[in-house]
């Protein structure tokens, strides 16, 4: 049914780069918000970056060095992480929530980044 796959993490040195991907399905992927939280070691879960239709909006840690971008045409989100630091180290998750009805909220599995020398 309703899934998201996220892909695309790993270990990389800091000042490096990933990207990461969310592939969706089982509901109509251009009608929800697609964000990327993460979750550090120690920390809550915390809100990375989110895309609409045309906005888009980033969390202050990673604004200039991280970017989000959807293909709707694949039912896909991405996040281009650049400039990588250890404190971006941390477990991401692929959120989707409905715009027209407001009530449906999805989650991915989690794909994790690690950072270190």
């Known amino acids: 049914q309703v899934q998201l796959v996220e892909s695309g993490g790993g270990l990389v040195q800091p000042g490096g780069s990933l990207r990461l991907s969310c592939v969706a399905s089982g509901f109509t992927f251009s009608r929800f918000r697609m964000s990327w939280y993460r979750q550090a070691p120690g920390k809550e879960r915390e809100l990375v970056a989110g895309i609409g239709g045309v906005t888009r909006s980033y969390a202050d840690a990673v604004k200039g060095r991280f970017t989000i971008s959807r293909d709707n045409a694949k039912n896909t989100v991405y996040l281009e992480m650049n400039r990588l630091k250890p404190e971006d180290m941390a477990v991401y998750y692929c959120?989707?929530?409905?715009?027209?009805?407001?009530?449906?909220?999805?989650w991915g599995q989690g794909t994790q980044v690690t950072v270190s020398s």
């Open positions: 959120n989707a929530v409905s715009v027209v009805a407001g009530t449906q909220n999805y």
